[in-house]
């Protein structure tokens, strides 16, 4: 709560008051008005961590398997201490509007400004990165109406389900187009009924189909859209394939002496991930070469990985033929 320049925050065993006189100071050499400066930081922090709290709540509103206390709690401790950094790291900066232009130290003080400015920025990348991991955590095989992962346990009855529905959804514009044509005229009256007796639909649905919202776009669906569900049955029906598939034949490991140490490729079924384990952090050329390949350092697994899939699994080839090409040479 920010009430008469005293920002109270209160985050299950934490709790901190920060004024705007307890503050100022560090913008005495930016700023004619301090003051100011204070009160406006303040009030952003205060809305920063509500924002992540009303985010939190949403989360479990929506079935999210949370502890929404530890949750908030943790972010608000790291967020007040990031922001207090900025804070202390922009106090060594400096404006000569206010100090004064004699002996100005311009490079001494645009590094100063430069740290400060990536420190505002890590508050800013905090927000943001807790914000979608305390997300991943509530839904771990992803949020209700996002796309499925292949990690999910219940992915393959998932698809198969998706598969059933728009395979009925096509059916029935099929058979609301052909009853639209075998009302022979114009009587939009006759070619409605028709449709609601092929599809069971209600008549204003119906009629929405006989009658577009503009005329040009003709009755019923259109040629693309029919293929279009198909093409996307057909994407679904090709991607269960690949998770069954990878989850039928189960983990396969292998081993390779490379010049970045021992390293294991571990195709994880479960997990639709192509692994790859150091026995220590890869020196930064390696790392870089992960990244290129698409790989991304998972701390929870500790592990680089990336989807497992043909794609994966070429770049997993390059990486290691790559590091055992320098070690050859």
Same mark, same amino acid.
């Given at each position: 709560?920010?009430?008469a320049?005293?920002?109270? @925050?209160s985050?299950?065993?934490?709790?901190?008051?920060?004024?705007?006189?307890? @503050?100022?100071?560090h %913008?005495?050499?930016?700023?004619?008005f301090?003051?100011?400066?204070?009160?406006m930081?303040?009030?952003?922090?205060g809305?920063?961590?509500?924002?992540f709290?009303?985010?939190?709540?949403a989360i479990?509103?929506r079935?999210?398997?949370?502890?929404?206390?530890?949750?908030?709690?943790?972010?608000?401790?790291?967020? *007040?201490s990031l922001?207090?950094?900025? %804070?202390?790291?922009?106090?060594r900066?400096?404006? %000569?509007?206010? *100090?004064?232009?004699?002996r100005?130290?311009?490079?001494?003080?645009r $590094?100063?400004?430069?740290?400060?400015?990536n420190a505002f920025r890590?508050v800013?990348e905090?927000?943001?990165?807790?914000?979608a991991a305390v997300?991943?955590?509530a839904?771990?095989?992803?949020?209700?109406?996002?796309?499925?992962?292949?990690?999910?346990?219940d992915?393959p009855?998932? @698809?198969?389900a998706?598969i059933? $529905?728009r395979?009925?959804?096509?059916?029935?514009?099929?058979?609301?187009?052909?009853a @639209?044509?075998?009302a022979?005229?114009?009587d939009?009256?006759?070619?409605?009924?028709?449709?609601v007796d092929a599809?069971g %639909?209600?008549?204003? $649905?119906?009629?929405?189909c006989?009658v577009?919202?503009?005329?040009?776009?003709?009755?019923?669906?259109?040629?693309y859209?029919?293929?279009?569900e198909?093409?996307e049955? $057909?994407r679904?029906?090709?991607?269960l394939?690949?998770i069954?598939a990878?989850r039928?034949?189960?983990?396969?490991?292998?081993e390779h002496?490379t010049?970045a140490?021992r390293?294991r490729?571990?195709?994880?079924?479960?997990?639709?991930r192509i692994?790859?384990?150091?026995d220590?952090?890869p020196e930064?050329?390696?790392r870089?070469?992960?990244?290129?390949?698409?790989f991304?350092?998972?701390?929870s697994?500790?592990?680089?990985?990336?989807?497992?899939?043909n794609?994966?699994r070429?770049?997993a080839?390059r990486? *290691?033929?790559?590091l055992?090409?320098?070690?050859?040479?």
């Open positions: 709560m920010f009430d320049d005293t920002l109270a @925050i985050a299950g065993g934490f709790s901190l008051s920060l004024t705007v006189k307890g @503050i100022e100071r %913008w005495d050499a930016l700023s004619h301090p003051d100011r400066r204070a009160r930081e303040l009030g952003a922090l809305e920063r961590v509500n924002a709290a009303a985010h939190v709540v479990v509103a079935g999210g398997i949370l502890d929404a206390g530890a949750e908030i709690e943790r972010f608000t401790v790291r967020h *007040v922001t207090r950094r900025a %804070w202390a790291m922009e106090s900066c400096m404006s %000569w509007f206010v *100090v004064g232009p004699a100005f130290p311009v490079d001494r003080n $590094k100063r400004q430069a740290s400060a400015d890590v800013s905090h927000a943001k990165a807790a914000r997300e991943r955590t839904f771990p095989h992803g949020a209700p109406g996002e796309p499925i992962r292949a990690s999910n346990p992915a009855a998932l @698809i198969r998706e059933e $529905k395979q009925a959804a096509h059916a029935m514009m099929k058979a609301a187009n052909a @639209i044509r075998s022979k005229g114009k939009v009256d006759a070619k409605v009924q028709a449709v599809t %639909w209600r008549e204003a $649905k119906a009629r929405r006989v577009p919202p503009q005329e040009w776009m003709g009755a019923g669906f259109p040629a859209q029919l293929s279009g198909l093409a049955i $057909k679904l029906a090709t991607r394939a690949t069954e990878n039928e034949r189960g983990t396969v490991e292998q002496n010049t140490g390293l490729v571990v195709e994880n079924g479960d997990a639709a692994q790859m384990f150091f220590g952090k930064a050329a390696t870089d070469l992960m990244k290129r390949e698409g991304r350092w998972a701390p697994e500790g592990a680089w990985q990336r989807h497992l899939n794609a994966g070429y770049s080839s990486v *290691v033929s790559a055992q090409g320098e070690r050859s040479a």
